[in-house]
């Protein structure tokens, strides 16, 4: 997991999908001292890490207004039009609203920023039960967006890892503390989706998962359990595709050719590199595992640029940040080509190498074969003077 997940990750992430007995919401909204003028709002969900859009409303003199018709409480985003149309780049804390929605009215007041916000009314009690479910958890994460924001964690390839460990490491006691809830709140209006969130996780058994439904009321049962039948059927269709694909790429088998357009745009082939080894490289200008590992991989071409060896980068940066994608490179000293299809995380060339996280990278031989994967620091360096001594 990278940390462009992290508040989606630890908002729950998990959306219970839409059933039979859906309620009314409304939410109504009111911006103040905003550093620009918002006109357009939209309301994201998903249960995955990049967020769709539910629903858009104008903002007009600072007021705006979303409603429709929800299962349960669910957890959602309302970023403004221009961080909606750039799905999967990272939502700074500052330019994101982030919350469980509940059924019925809820008013929404912010100031000065989209993420100095409150809520009032029947609708904002879930995301005030949801915050006291995980309240041990969120005072983590707080103190992890303080150091993902501070100077020194751009740089810092230790202080990343230490990070996303820590990240990694938040699920299980965030799934305890929802269900400890959960059992002790089963008439909260919050206690289907802590039920659902917990249950779909892949860290839960199926004792669990049965002693969880008992605290459910008769109304909420046959929704999540419908919801939970339907993300565990997902998971292992997505499981089934994912062996499919590491087949694809396992090591042995030929490298996948592509083609992708340079900065300038010219057209650069995977295989024109044939009769070389080639590090193809995927990272992004706005990711900082990607620029710190940049100077081990700078390291390694250099010391053997001249035995054959040559380095394909490939960014998942999107159009609209071409510029930033540029500078990263100039600025990092990247001499090797760089080639992107300006998609970001929907790009084609990273869903066929199964690239879900970055950096990440596969070293193909002359003959067009994988040979290994994801070298970093030291190991690329290492893999290479066994090859090319």
């Not at 159009?319 to 080639?339: F, H, M, S, T």
């Amino acid at each position: 997991m990278t940390i462009r997940n992290l508040g989606m990750a630890l908002l729950c992430a998990m959306t219970l999908p839409a059933a039979a007995q859906q309620k009314q919401f409304t939410l109504r909204g009111k911006l103040t001292h905003m550093p620009q003028a918002y006109t357009t709002l939209y309301l994201l969900y998903d249960s995955s890490f990049i967020p769709r859009q539910l629903d858009s409303a104008v903002v007009k003199d600072g007021n705006f207004q979303f409603s429709g018709r929800i299962a349960e409480a669910q957890s959602v985003w309302i970023v403004p039009r221009r961080i909606a149309q750039n799905q999967g780049i990272s939502i700074t804390v500052s330019e994101r609203m982030s919350f469980v929605l509940g059924v019925g009215n809820t008013e929404l007041t912010a100031d000065s920023a989209l993420s100095n916000f409150h809520l009032s009314g029947p609708g904002a009690i879930a995301d005030g039960q949801y915050k006291q479910a995980i309240h041990n958890t969120l005072l983590v994460t707080d103190s992890l967006r303080r150091i993902t924001a501070s100077a020194a964690y751009k740089t810092d390839r230790e202080l990343q890892q230490q990070v996303m460990y820590r990240v990694s490491n938040l699920f299980k006691p965030m799934n305890d503390e929802m269900a400890a809830y959960a059992k002790q709140h089963p008439g909260a209006q919050i206690t289907p989706y802590l039920v659902y969130s917990v249950a779909s996780s892949p860290l839960t058994s199926t004792q669990q998962v049965d002693t969880l439904m008992t605290v459910l009321p008769a109304a909420s049962k046959a929704t999540v359990e419908n919801a939970i039948k339907t993300i565990y059927a997902k998971r292992q269709q997505e499981q089934a595709e994912k062996e499919a694909l590491a087949k694809k790429t396992a090591l042995g088998t030929p490298a996948m050719d592509f083609t992708l357009n340079d900065p300038a745009g010219n057209p650069v082939s995977l295989s024109s590199y044939k009769g070389k080894y080639v590090l193809v490289d995927f990272w992004a200008s706005w990711c900082g595992p990607c620029r710190a590992e940049n100077p081990n991989v700078l390291k390694a071409f250099e010391a053997y640029k001249d035995k054959g060896f040559t380095v394909l980068g490939v960014s998942l940066d999107v159009a609209k940040q071409k510029d930033k994608w540029v500078a990263a490179i100039e600025k990092d000293g990247l001499p090797w080509k760089q080639v992107s299809d300006l998609k970001g995380w929907t790009s084609d060339v990273a869903a066929m190498y199964g690239v879900t996280s970055i950096p990440q990278n596969f070293l193909v031989s002359p003959d067009g074969k994988i040979i290994a994967k994801n070298l970093r620091g030291d190991a690329l360096e290492q893999k290479l003077s066994e090859i090319l001594h």
